[in-house]
Structures are given as C-alpha cells and as structure tokens.
C-alpha cells in the first residue's frame, strides 16, 4: 500500500524491521496484556503486538488507513 504521509496527522511510517522490534522488545507485551496502540499508520507494529498481546486495540484518525490496516491485521 502507498499511502502518503500526512503532515496534519503528523505521521511518519516505521519500515524498519530492526526499529520495529527494539520498540516490541521494550513494549514486552504478554499473553494476558490489553494493550491500546494510538496511530497506528500502516500497521507495523501493530502487526507484531497482535502476535503477542492477549488483546489490541487500535485509534487510528487516518480515515484512508482504517480498511487497509483491519485487512493487515485481519
């Protein structure tokens, strides 16, 4: 997906995998975690909680990323 980032939102996209993990490794989410992930953009780290955290919630104000983010994450 492209999308461009939208200064109003203030976002910047994390593509790195490195980045990416050293921000899960500190979050150390666990089986029993509810876990809430504000902005999530494009999903990447939202993609890598889901596989550890019991449960995640996502507010995203980017109505362009809402569909392709729940298809991701689906």
Do not use: S, Y
């Not at 504000?38 to 362009?64: S, Y």
């Amino acid at each position: 997906m492209t999308h461009r980032p939208r200064k109003r939102f203030g976002q910047n996209f994390l593509h790195d995998p490195r980045v990416i993990a050293r921000i899960v490794a500190a979050i150390d989410p666990q089986p029993t975690d509810h876990l809430v992930e504000i902005g999530p953009g494009q999903g990447a780290i939202t993609v890598e909680l889901l596989k550890a955290a019991g449960r995640l919630e996502a507010v995203e104000l980017d109505r362009d990323l809402i569909e392709p983010l729940k298809a991701k994450c689906a």
